[in-house]
């Protein structure tokens, strides 16, 4: 389907801005009453949350921490395929970046929940901790780098009943990684009806082309039960906001053939077979107990560009000398073919007449001008498989001394496999005889968890009954390395010449690389809500936790909440918590293909305890220790529902990638020894580290009203988030420009404004979308920064149901196509911006691909 410059276009965009003209709304019903379905049956049904509190689910008003639910029908209206993209417009804290040309990083994409690394915030699926994926974010943006957080895209809109996110420190309580907060996905549970969807869209460039089927439908499992069963395929092109290098039209112009019309592509990866099946099983055993299970199966094919490679500069590939002379090599064996080293580069290396005689008509003598006169640019890619598996059973004891105790017991497994490929590139040392596509390896993490939860309300004479609640969880991840296929790691004959070892770009994971890492921790918890009054109650969680790698750590939350009056109540907590190192972040080495001060430098990442690490700053890692405090306000007026809470969160020795450090000559001696390949052609390396603090506060403020209004039923929701963070203590392991990066590269202010209006046979959907300054960052080079200006962008759909089954929709993502900030044409030094191809900052937290146009039909049942 193609909408650009067409009739269809033209009229989806006038339907769409007449619709939704005047509308004011903010993309998320974050915390609201009803989204707009619900609405129309009864706008007063409370939310309720089963995260954060180990007592009954209670309403998102009652609770002592700010908690958000997203319906999966709002999630449905936000426009997009893709989760991470959906809760970004839902939640103004979430924020997540497309990372073009970022390694692993454009695979799996990393958020960040009010300002933190994606591994900060702890994902669970119907309340289970949720494995992480394989990928670790090598190039993740300064914020993200070497994160490794659970994927979440893969989690498909149609299987979800809700999404509730817990905007609060909650290590206490579940563990690890909630140092930001929590996101529960909670899936359908309904034992009959489901829907059928088919969408289609594209971005107003005619490019991005994206189809997507999803279905859910919900069966009876015997008459005591219920199986609800999920899928979704989609497929996305590429897209390509880019313009020519000026390197490659200099080459061009020069007469060097097979130069590309755009050597090097920004834009969304191409995406292919994307499927994810979930399914969610319940069945009642008794009248006091019941069975559950639930899981998923989710693969996809993922494909993006990387950095060109110039047939003139390219080191260990065409110069070794930053373009002065030609990299030539002997193929004799011998080193008998008497090749030329000296012959100089110019505008056009093939005119060259030294090198016509010497090189290309010699048989003994090779350049890979030869081979690839125009240079070359690798294509970076993976298949990523996700799978995940709960059995549990829960219920009410019915007899002993834990008579009216509830009990939960269950164990999950979960796996991420993520198998690396590369495209359109060499391994240099294997000179003519080098393949162009390989196999660099595979990553995959693996987790086991087992849990026995416990609960009892105990009558001492207050308000209502103490709930007292305590478990054990036994904890187990293994993170393993797969090497690659022989050509991708291998060193040639060619290596003693100066070409370099591996597949150009992403060379393979040797045999020697390869190994399998595991770690197992246990806890213990308890939990106790005390309502003193009917107007105030107070938490208090406590939870130790052991490592078999590192030892143990104790942490608490203490929580209160008090009615000042019927309508108005205040809220609060202070916790501690901590994210302990994952076990690849521990022992993962990589070698990765970066630009250092404008130049494509390769830079290796080495585990912290290597040799060289240490000698340059590395230590064992250590858990992340986090101190968070939150005060807020709930006030209910009628119709209005109204949240504003402050939060300041302090974490200390956090783990993130050290800055890239310059390799000295000594250095890459002691590095060869060590057997680390293509040493020689490595510029830097970096290393996981312990290396700085951080305090991160804000506000969130969020509001709701529901009304009959223009002959049909309305909610409208506002939500906004002021966030900032400041490196409280770094050193030069970690660098100016990464501090600078994590302060300043996602926007202080961000907020939503929705408006969701039902009638009998249509519905709209509209929100604003308000980005505030951020830092713009291309290339991930300091002298290319700057601030970029706030903006808004506006989201819509209009659906018409033609009959109670079926309906239609047309709806846009950035409906008036509000364009990303674009590059300065130079940067503070003089450079040009577009020496990379680029046209817009890649930190945009709106994207640089623009407008986004879609179609649905949807079948109910």
Same mark, same amino acid.
């Given at each position: 389907?193609?909408?650009?410059?067409?009739?269809l276009?033209?009229?989806?965009?006038?339907?769409?801005?007449?619709?939704?003209?005047?509308?004011?709304?903010?993309?998320?019903?974050?915390?609201?009453?009803?989204?707009?379905?619900?609405?129309?049956?009864?706008?007063?049904?409370?939310?309720?949350a089963?995260?954060?509190?180990?007592?009954?689910?209670?309403?998102?008003?009652?609770?002592?921490?700010?908690?958000?639910? $997203?319906?999966g029908?709002?999630? %449905?209206?936000?426009?997009?395929?893709?989760?991470?993209?959906?809760?970004?417009?839902?939640?103004?804290?979430?924020?997540?970046?497309?990372?073009?040309?970022?390694?692993?990083?454009?695979?799996?994409?990393?958020?960040?929940?009010?300002?933190?690394?994606?591994?900060?915030?702890?994902?669970?699926?119907n309340?289970?901790?949720?494995?992480?994926?394989?990928?670790?974010?090598?190039?993740?943006?300064?914020?993200?780098?070497?994160?490794?957080?659970?994927?979440?895209?893969?989690?498909p809109?149609?299987?979800?009943?809700?999404?509730?996110?817990?905007?609060?420190?909650?290590?206490?309580?579940?563990?690890?990684?909630?140092?930001?907060?929590?996101?529960?996905?909670?899936?359908?549970?309904? =034992?009959?009806?489901?829907?059928?969807?088919?969408?289609?869209?594209?971005?107003?460039?005619?490019?991005?082309?994206?189809?997507?089927?999803?279905?859910?439908?919900?069966?009876?499992?015997?008459?005591?039960?219920?199986?609800?069963?999920?899928?979704?395929?989609?497929?996305?092109?590429?897209?390509?906001?880019?313009?020519?290098?000026?390197d490659? @039209?200099?080459?061009?112009?020069?007469?060097?053939?097979?130069?590309?019309?755009?050597?090097?592509?920004?834009?969304?990866?191409?995406?292919?077979?994307?499927?994810?099946?979930?399914?969610?099983?319940?069945?009642?055993?008794?009248n &006091? =107990?019941?069975?559950?299970?639930?899981?998923?199966?989710?693969?996809?094919?993922?494909?993006?560009?990387?950095?060109?490679?110039?047939?003139h500069?390219?080191?260990?590939?065409?110069?070794?000398?930053?373009?002065?002379?030609?990299?030539?090599?002997?193929?004799?064996?011998?080193?008998?073919?008497?090749?030329?080293?000296?012959?100089?580069? %110019?505008?056009?290396?093939?005119?060259?007449?030294?090198? $016509?005689?010497?090189?290309?008509?010699?048989?003994?003598? #090779?350049?890979?001008?030869?081979?690839?006169?125009?240079?070359?640019?690798?294509?970076?890619?993976?298949?990523?498989?996700?799978?995940?598996?709960?059995?549990?059973?829960?219920?009410?004891?019915?007899?002993?001394?834990?008579?009216?105790?509830y009990y939960d017991?269950?164990?999950t497994?979960?796996?991420n496999?993520?198998?690396?490929?590369?495209?359109?590139?060499?391994?240099?040392?294997?000179?003519?005889?080098?393949?162009?596509? #390989?196999?660099?390896?595979k990553?995959?993490?693996?987790?086991?968890?087992?849990?026995?939860?416990?609960?009892?309300?105990?009558?001492?004479?207050l308000?209502?009954?103490?709930?007292?609640?305590?478990?054990?969880?036994?904890?187990?991840?293994?993170?393993?390395?797969?090497?690659?296929?022989?050509?991708?790691?291998?060193?040639?004959?060619?290596?003693?010449?100066?070409?370099?070892?591996?597949?150009?770009?992403?060379?393979?994971?040797?045999?020697?690389?390869?190994?399998?890492?595991?770690?197992?921790?246990?806890?213990?918890?308890?939990?106790?809500?005390?309502?003193?009054?009917?107007?105030?109650?107070?938490?208090?969680a406590?939870?130790?936790?052991?490592?078999?790698?590192?030892?143990?750590?104790?942490n608490?939350?203490?929580?209160?909440?008090y009615?000042?009056?019927?309508?108005?109540?205040?809220?609060?907590?202070?916790?501690?918590?901590?994210?302990?190192p994952?076990?690849?972040?521990?022992?993962?080495s990589?070698?990765?293909?970066?630009?250092?001060?404008?130049?494509?430098?390769?830079?290796?990442?080495?585990?912290?305890?290597n040799?060289?690490?240490?000698?340059?700053?590395?230590?064992?890692?250590?858990?992340?220790?986090?101190?968070?405090?939150?005060?807020? @306000?709930?006030?209910?007026?009628?119709?209005?529902?109204?949240?504003?809470?402050?939060?300041?969160?302090?974490?200390?020795?956090?783990?993130?990638? =050290?800055?890239?450090?310059?390799?000295?000559?000594?250095?890459?001696?002691?590095?060869?020894?060590?057997?680390?390949?293509?040493?020689?052609?490595?510029?830097?390396?970096?290393? #996981?580290?312990?290396?700085?603090?951080?305090?991160?506060?804000?506000?969130?403020?969020?509001?709701?009203?529901?009304?009959?209004?223009?002959?049909?039923? &309305?909610?409208?929701?506002?939500?906004?988030?002021?966030?900032?963070?400041?490196?409280?203590?770094?050193?030069?392991?970690?660098?100016?420009?990464?501090?600078?990066?994590?302060?300043?590269?996602?926007?202080?202010?961000?907020?939503?404004?929705?408006?969701?209006?039902?009638?009998?046979?249509?519905?709209?959907?509209?929100?604003?979308?308000?980005?505030?300054?951020?830092?713009?960052?291309?290339?991930?080079?300091?002298?290319?920064?700057?601030?970029?200006?706030?903006?808004?962008?506006?989201?819509?759909?209009?659906?018409?149901?033609?009959?109670?089954?079926?309906?239609?929709?047309?709806?846009?993502?950035?409906?008036?196509?509000?364009?990303?900030?674009?590059?300065? #044409?130079?940067?503070?030094?003089?450079?040009?911006?577009?020496?990379?191809g680029?046209?817009?900052?890649?930190?945009?937290?709106?994207?640089?691909?623009?407008?986004?146009?879609?179609?649905?039909?949807?079948?109910?049942?």
């Amino acid at each position: 389907m193609k909408f650009k410059n067409n009739a269809l276009q033209q009229a989806i965009k006038f339907a769409l801005a007449t619709t939704t003209a005047g509308l004011f709304v903010s993309g998320s019903v974050v915390a609201a009453e009803q989204a707009a379905e619900e609405t129309k049956v009864n706008k007063n049904v409370e939310k309720i949350a089963v995260v954060g509190t180990r007592s009954a689910p209670r309403s998102i008003g009652d609770s002592p921490v700010p908690i958000d639910i $997203i319906g999966g029908e709002e999630l %449905d209206k936000g426009g997009n395929t893709d989760m991470l993209e959906l809760l970004k417009g839902s939640v103004p804290s979430f924020n997540v970046h497309q990372n073009p040309i970022s390694d692993a990083a454009s695979l799996v994409r990393p958020a960040n929940l009010r300002g933190l690394p994606s591994d900060s915030t702890l994902v669970l699926v119907n309340g289970k901790r949720r494995h992480r994926a394989s990928v670790i974010a090598f190039l993740g943006g300064g914020i993200n780098d070497g994160a490794q957080g659970a994927d979440i895209s893969v989690i498909p809109s149609i299987a979800l009943k809700q999404v509730e996110v817990l905007r609060d420190g909650a290590a206490a309580q579940y563990g690890s990684d909630a140092i930001a907060g929590v996101m529960n996905f909670v899936l359908k549970d309904a =034992s009959e009806g489901g829907s059928f969807e088919i969408r289609q869209g594209e971005y107003y460039e005619g490019d991005g082309d994206t189809t997507q089927i999803s279905g859910n439908v919900g069966l009876p499992f015997t008459d005591s039960g219920f199986a609800n069963l999920s899928f979704q395929y989609k497929t996305a092109d590429a897209t390509s906001r880019s313009v020519q290098r000026p390197d490659a @039209a200099a080459l061009n112009a020069a007469g060097v053939p097979e130069v590309s019309s755009l050597a090097q592509i920004w834009g969304a990866p191409e995406v292919d077979d994307d499927i994810s099946i979930f399914g969610n099983i319940g069945l009642e055993l008794s009248n &006091s =107990s019941e069975f559950y299970m639930f899981g998923n199966y989710s693969e996809r094919d993922v494909r993006g560009g990387f950095y060109y490679r110039n047939p003139h500069t390219r080191p260990g590939v065409y110069s070794n000398d930053g373009g002065e002379t030609l990299l030539v090599g002997d193929l004799t064996g011998d080193m008998s073919g008497n090749c030329p080293t000296d012959i100089m580069i %110019d505008d056009n290396v093939l005119d060259n007449q030294r090198y $016509i005689d010497l090189v290309a008509n010699n048989p003994d003598c #090779f350049a890979f001008n030869e081979m690839l006169p125009g240079g070359f640019t690798p294509n970076f890619g993976g298949n990523i498989t996700d799978t995940a598996l709960t059995i549990g059973t829960k219920g009410e004891i019915t007899s002993g001394f834990l008579e009216g105790a509830y009990y939960d017991l269950s164990g999950t497994v979960g796996y991420n496999e993520s198998r690396y490929f590369i495209y359109d590139t060499i391994n240099a040392s294997l000179g003519p005889e080098s393949p162009r596509d #390989f196999s660099p390896g595979k990553y995959s993490q693996l987790e086991k968890n087992f849990n026995a939860d416990l609960s009892k309300g105990f009558d001492f004479g207050l308000a209502y009954d103490v709930n007292v609640a305590g478990g054990l969880e036994w904890h187990e991840e293994t993170f393993t390395v797969v090497s690659g296929d022989v050509a991708s790691f291998t060193a040639g004959p060619l290596t003693e010449q100066g070409f370099g070892i591996g597949s150009n770009g992403f060379p393979g994971f040797k045999p020697s690389d390869a190994g399998e890492y595991t770690r197992r921790n246990y806890a213990a918890y308890v939990d106790v809500e005390a309502p003193f009054t009917e107007d105030f109650l107070m938490g208090l969680a406590l939870r130790y936790e052991d490592y078999d790698s590192f030892g143990s750590t104790t942490n608490y939350k203490l929580t209160g909440q008090y009615h000042l009056t019927e309508d108005l109540n205040i809220r609060g907590s202070i916790s501690t918590g901590f994210r302990a190192p994952t076990v690849g972040q521990a022992n993962v080495s990589n070698v990765q293909t970066n630009l250092s001060s404008g130049v494509l430098v390769d830079s290796a990442l080495l585990p912290p305890t290597n040799p060289i690490a240490v000698q340059l700053g590395g230590t064992e890692l250590e858990p992340e220790e986090s101190q968070s405090y939150t005060f807020g @306000a709930v006030w209910t007026i009628g119709d209005l529902f109204f949240t504003v809470d402050y939060y300041n969160i302090q974490v200390d020795d956090r783990i993130s990638q =050290s800055d890239k450090i310059e390799l000295s000559q000594a250095d890459k001696d002691t590095l060869e020894a060590a057997g680390v390949p293509n040493v020689q052609n490595l510029a830097q390396v970096s290393f #996981f580290t312990n290396d700085f603090d951080t305090t991160t506060q804000g506000v969130d403020a969020v509001a709701n009203y529901s009304t009959d209004l223009l002959g049909g039923s &309305s909610t409208f929701s506002l939500a906004y988030n002021w966030n900032d963070t400041e490196v409280t203590k770094s050193t030069d392991i970690t660098g100016e420009f990464k501090v600078s990066r994590l302060e300043n590269d996602l926007p202080n202010h961000r907020a939503t404004l929705s408006w969701a209006q039902q009638w009998e046979n249509f519905s709209a959907f509209t929100r604003v979308n308000y980005y505030g300054e951020y830092q713009g960052v291309h290339v991930d080079y300091d002298a290319t920064a700057k601030t970029a200006d706030a903006a808004v962008t506006i989201d819509a759909e209009v659906t018409y149901f033609l009959t109670e089954e079926l309906s239609f929709s047309v709806g846009a993502t950035n409906l008036f196509d509000q364009e990303a900030e674009k590059l300065d #044409f130079y940067d503070s030094t003089g450079i040009p911006n577009n020496n990379w191809g680029g046209k817009y900052y890649e930190t945009s937290p709106y994207g640089i691909n623009g407008g986004f146009y879609y179609v649905k039909a949807t079948y109910t049942f």
